[in-house]
């Protein structure tokens, strides 16, 4: 360390009983000379307290006895300080300029965090959030989003005939019943193509709080009933697993982050009316998906020893599709499109156990 160079500071001085400021200068060298009213007192260069630099305001040094001097001369105040090694906060400084390396570590390594937060940390959170959520918050959830389907006309009122509605009305009691998990389940049979190709097509898909909606064109497809108690055995699964939720919330999680990242807090105020669509365009992940068709090979393989009819209709739908050749259909039966043939497999080797 160079030895510090010999400074005069001018200032006030304040005994500390009383609130009246005196001129004065303050030296400093090998030793810290206080010059006030004309008179001399030297104090050791240990024994004085300089306070942190504060933008805007006086620096500030304690002396023995409570007394301080306070300065406007913050340059020569700062030269002493570097060369002498008194501030703290400088002292980080160079500490990290001279192990930038460490530095940049640190920075590499908080964004990693923040990566694995992201992709492991956030779904975990969510799918707890999930869980814990209370059961009076769900039906509002159903509510807007099949408002919103019907708004935009995804969904029509059905057009089959009152029997058939009335009969599978009466095969989905049995999966309500086994599905269990007290939740107000209902089955909805809608048109998914009140106003032509832009509805939801054959599909079928779940609402967090147990509202399973099942379209006209998913029931025309089907040529048995029991394909489609199998879907709506899946569906229950991701009712009971709470998986519609964890969506939302891993939706909303992303988007909290963002705005911690940019600082953008009108895109917050945006969430709650994103609740719906976060549902319908989020999806479900292939972890969900397959916890889902868990739940329904235990229904089917239960009543009738066989996933069979489940994997022929994914197949039929995945055939369909091809066949059109149209937009993907994005809810929720047939929305993993690309992974079908696996999800069809893994049926397989349980129906193999
Ligand atoms: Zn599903």
């Known amino acids: 360390?160079?030895?510090?160079?010999?400074?005069?500071?001018?200032?006030?001085?304040?005994?500390?009983?009383?609130?009246r400021d005196r001129a004065a200068t303050l030296s400093l060298g090998e030793s810290a000379q206080l010059t006030l009213d004309g008179e001399s007192h030297a104090f050791a260069v240990?024994?004085?307290g300089?306070?942190?630099?504060?933008?805007?305001?006086r620096r500030v040094i304690r002396l023995p006895?409570?007394?301080?001097?306070?300065?406007?001369?913050?340059?020569?105040?700062?030269?002493?300080?570097?060369?002498?090694?008194?501030?703290?906060?400088?002292?980080?400084?160079?500490?990290?300029?001279?192990?930038?390396?460490?530095?940049?570590?640190?920075?590499?390594?908080?964004?990693?965090?923040?990566?694995?937060?992201?992709?492991?940390?956030?779904p975990a959170l969510a799918t707890q959030a999930a869980r814990v959520t209370p059961r009076g918050v769900l039906a509002s959830f159903d509510e807007q989003t099949l408002h919103f389907l019907e708004e935009q006309?995804?969904?029509?009122?059905?057009?089959?005939?009152?029997e058939r509605q009335a009969q599978l009305q009466r095969e989905f009691r049995q999966v309500q019943g086994w599905a269990g998990g007290g939740y107000p389940y209902r089955?909805?049979?809608?048109?998914?193509?009140?106003?032509?190709?832009?509805?939801?097509?054959?599909?079928a898909f779940a609402l967090p709080n147990g509202t399973i909606v099942m379209t006209d064109q998913l029931v025309a497809l089907a040529r048995s009933d029991r394909e489609l108690l199998g879907v709506l055995a899946h569906e229950t699964g991701h009712v009971t697993r709470r998986h519609g939720l964890a969506t939302v919330y891993q939706g909303l999680g992303l988007g909290l982050v963002t705005t911690l990242l940019t600082g953008d807090l009108v895109s917050a105020s945006t969430f709650a009316a994103a609740v719906p669509?976060?549902?319908?365009?989020?999806?479900?992940?292939?972890?969900?998906?397959?916890e889902a068709d868990r739940v329904s090979a235990d229904f089917m393989r239960g009543r009738y020893g066989t996933t069979k009819p489940l994997q022929d209709i994914l197949t039929r739908l995945e055939a369909g599709a091809d066949a059109r050749d149209s937009e993907p259909t994005w809810l929720d039966i047939f929305r993993s499109h690309p992974v079908t043939a696996d999800?069809?497999?893994?049926?397989?080797?349980?129906?193999?156990?």
Do not use: C, Q
Request: charged share 20%.
């Open 65 to 122: 006895g409570g007394a301080r001097f306070e300065t406007t001369d913050f340059a020569p105040l700062l030269a002493w300080e570097r060369a002498s090694g008194r501030n703290r906060a400088l002292r980080g400084v160079a500490w990290l300029e001279a192990h930038w390396v460490s530095a940049l570590t640190a920075v590499g390594l908080a964004f990693a965090l923040l990566g694995g937060f992201i992709v492991w940390g956030i």
């Open 50 to 57: 300089v306070d942190p630099p504060v933008p805007g305001v």
């Open 1 to 19: 360390m160079t030895r510090p160079p010999a400074v005069t500071l001018r200032g006030v001085y304040f005994d500390g009983h009383s609130s």
């Open 343 to 353: 999800r069809v497999a893994a049926l397989k080797a349980l129906d193999a156990r």
């Open 153 to 162: 006309d995804f969904i029509g009122p059905s057009g089959l005939p009152r």
């Open 187 to 203: 089955l909805l049979l809608r048109d998914g193509e009140p106003a032509g190709a832009a509805g939801v097509g054959a599909n």
């Open 46 to 48: 240990a024994a004085l």
């Open 277 to 290: 669509a976060a549902i319908l365009r989020g999806g479900y992940s292939r972890a969900a998906e397959s």
